[in-house]
């Protein structure tokens, strides 16, 4: 089993005392398999993400990748984790400014040590962005610059991809070519994806589905 949640908990502060956000959440994802986090805004959706992708701690429960429990790991371990395993796509991007596309797209797998210039190249033409690398972020649209934060995270070759709502800023036909490109990567590395996604049609296209209301499975 490659990802493994088990009774994962969260709450956050609040002026009347702590919110509840997830109440033991349990779920598996396997190698090469394909999960849809569907819900209800405000169910646990992209806390769900961020715990699993250790940028947050959960009160209690375990997320456990490849064996290893992540909330066991300090700060660098996490860290550790997201650069040379786990590959975010954030709903807001977070391009780096003050790089190219070209930079910013290759900017992951430098940090993994596995920067491949022919891969980023191919990502870079399979995402239309072809003729964008030598520009900078403010200089592209929001579709040019989601399509960016792509190839970033699938240019290190991550064997588990989080994305959140990775598709929101894009037209139909280009969020279902970018969806092709992702579910066609995914395959051919192995990779294990995790989807938030409010999108049926999208949802439909992944191996399994899994909803959460009030921050438990539905």
Do not use: C
Request: proline fraction near 3%; avoid cysteine; glycine fraction near 10%.
């Amino acid at each position: 089993m490659f990802l493994r949640v088990s009774d994962l908990h969260k709450s956050f502060a609040g002026p009347d005392g702590a919110i509840p956000v997830l109440n033991g959440i349990g779920m598996t994802l396997e190698a090469g398999e394909t999960l849809a986090l569907t819900g209800e805004s405000g169910s646990g959706k992209s806390t769900l993400l961020h715990l699993v992708g250790g940028l947050d701690q959960p009160d209690s429960g375990e997320v456990n990748i490849e064996g290893v429990n992540i909330g066991m790991l300090d700060d660098a371990g996490r860290a550790a984790i997201r650069r040379e395993t786990v590959g975010v796509i954030f709903q807001q991007f977070n391009l780096i400014p003050s790089l190219t596309v070209a930079s910013n797209i290759a900017f992951q797998a430098r940090l993994a040590g596995r920067e491949d210039v022919a891969w980023s190249g191919e990502l870079a033409d399979r995402m239309g962005l072809a003729d964008q690398l030598t520009k900078y972020p403010e200089q592209l649209s929001g579709g040019q610059q989601q399509r960016v934060a792509i190839a970033r995270t699938l240019a290190a070759r991550p064997k588990l991809v989080l994305a959140d709502e990775p598709t929101g800023n894009l037209d139909e036909t280009t969020a279902d070519a970018v969806m092709d490109l992702m579910l066609n990567l995914v395959a051919e590395t192995q990779a294990a994806l995790l989807m938030v996604t409010h999108s049926e049609r999208l949802a439909a296209r992944m191996s399994r589905r899994l909803q959460l209301r009030a921050g438990k499975v539905a």
